[in-house]
Structure formats: structure tokens, C-alpha cells
């Protein structure tokens, strides 16, 4: 049972790159989350999903797209990088709405030059 | 005024030693609160929720002042795996999709 796993766990990309964050669970969740967290502070919300199908904006989604075509994976691209979105970013899937813990994945680390 | 609050330290103790952290959040409406550890370099991970009665387990007690608007953890006997960020985290309307995340309570534990 791997729970939730992100790919890659760094990138280094370049200012105006596109890429696409992997995310997958496989514990049947249907809330899935992407948060991104800057150097000394706390997750904020990029964009959260309520099933396949189903994505919504948090916080912080100017710079993001997601899809939930399925379940179990939750992408997040990035279309223009842009040296702000330099960060760490974290995926979460959880039962219900208010379920704790949401289970994270160990974090992508991106780096826009 | 950021929504939730923390000291970001860094608290340096030696083992065995008590340390007690706070966290403000400033919507009253606010309905569930939590405390997450996360590592250097790590994904978080719950530590424990916050209930309006307070609730311990083990070494660590949890607070919360609803008229004050403040949580606070407490570690005792503190230990060298305890070294971590500390996460306040509070949830405004019972929604994840609210959840507010502080910017963490540095803490080592030294030898």
C-alpha cells in the first residue's frame, strides 16, 4: 500500500517551461489536494478535487491547471513557469471533506530559473 | 493579521526538558483544530487534533481558548526525535477545503 505517491521529487525548470506534477493514491480516496509551500511558511491551496470529475480553485491557483479524469490520479501542470512557483509542492487525498490526517506525499521540489 | 499565527523560533532545548508552543487564529468561527510535525525536508503528518477540553497523548498536551482564540502544545521530557517544525493548523468552517496552515514552530531538542 503505497498511499499517496508524487513524481518527480525534483525538477529544475526554466522560466516559460511547461510540466505536469504527478500525483496518485490508492486508498479510494475521493478528496484529493495540491498545496504548495514556500520557505518558511505554511501549505497554502493550489487546487483541491471532491472526486474524478470534480476540481475546484483554492487559494493560490493563478499559474495551475488540474484534471481528475480517474480516482486515483490528480495532476497538476504548470503552463508558463514562472520564477514565483519556484516551491515545494504537496500532494493530499483524504476520505471525506473533514477527514484528518490528509495523507501527503513526500513533496515535489521544483526550482524555476 | 495572517489568519493563524505561530512563533516560528527556533526553540532550542536539551532533552528532558518541557516546551510549550501557542498558536492565534483569527476567525472566531473556527470549528476544528490540529497540530502537525513535519521533518526537515518532509511532507506533514498529523500529530494530534485539539479538542475544546484539551487532550493529551503521552508527552503531548493540546490546548484550545475559544475566547482567546488561541491553541497551544505542550511537549514534556523532550526528546532528540522531537526535533521538527510544528505545525498549527485550524479548520474555519469544517471544510478541508478552508484548512489554514501556520508557518510552523522551529524546535530542536539538543543532547
Known amino acids: 500500500n503505497a498511499g499517496v505517491t508524487q513524481t518527480p521529487k525534483f525538477r529544475i525548470l526554466k522560466i516559460g517551461q511547461s510540466m505536469t506534477l504527478q500525483c496518485a493514491q490508492d486508498?479510494?480516496?475521493?478528496?484529493m489536494y495540491w498545496y504548495r509551500q514556500d520557505p518558511g511558511m505554511g501549505l497554502k491551496l493550489i487546487y483541491y478535487?471532491?472526486?474524478?470529475?470534480?476540481?475546484d480553485k483554492g487559494e493560490v491557483p493563478n499559474g495551475y491547471n488540474v484534471s481528475r479524469s480517474t480516482t486515483e490520479d490528480f495532476p497538476l501542470r504548470l503552463e508558463l513557469a514562472a520564477p514565483s512557483q519556484t516551491s515545494v509542492y504537496f500532494c493530499?487525498?483524504?476520505?471525506?471533506?473533514?477527514?484528518?490526517?490528509?495523507?501527503f506525499g513526500d513533496g515535489t521540489r521544483l526550482s524555476i530559473l | 493579521r495572517k489568519e493563524v499565527e505561530q512563533d516560528p523560533g527556533p526553540f532550542n532545548v536539551p532533552e528532558g526538558a518541557t516546551v510549550a508552543f501557542n498558536c492565534t487564529y483569527s476567525n472566531s468561527a473556527s470549528q476544528s483544530f490540529f497540530w502537525y510535525r513535519q521533518d526537515c525536508r518532509k511532507e506533514p503528518k498529523l500529530l494530534m487534533s485539539v479538542y475544546s477540553s484539551g487532550n493529551e497523548d503521552g508527552r503531548f498536551t493540546a490546548q484550545l481558548n475559544r475566547a482567546s482564540q488561541y491553541i497551544s502544545l505542550l511537549i514534556r521530557d523532550s526528546k532528540l526525535s522531537d526535533s521538527a517544525t510544528y505545525l498549527c493548523v485550524v479548520m474555519p468552517s469544517g471544510s478541508a477545503r478552508q484548512l489554514t496552515f501556520g508557518s510552523g514552530t522551529q524546535l530542536t531538542v539538543l543532547p
Open positions: 478535487s471532491v472526486g474524478a470529475g470534480i476540481t
Open positions: 493530499a487525498s483524504s476520505w471525506t471533506e473533514t477527514d484528518q490526517p490528509q495523507h
Open positions: 486508498m479510494n480516496h475521493n478528496y
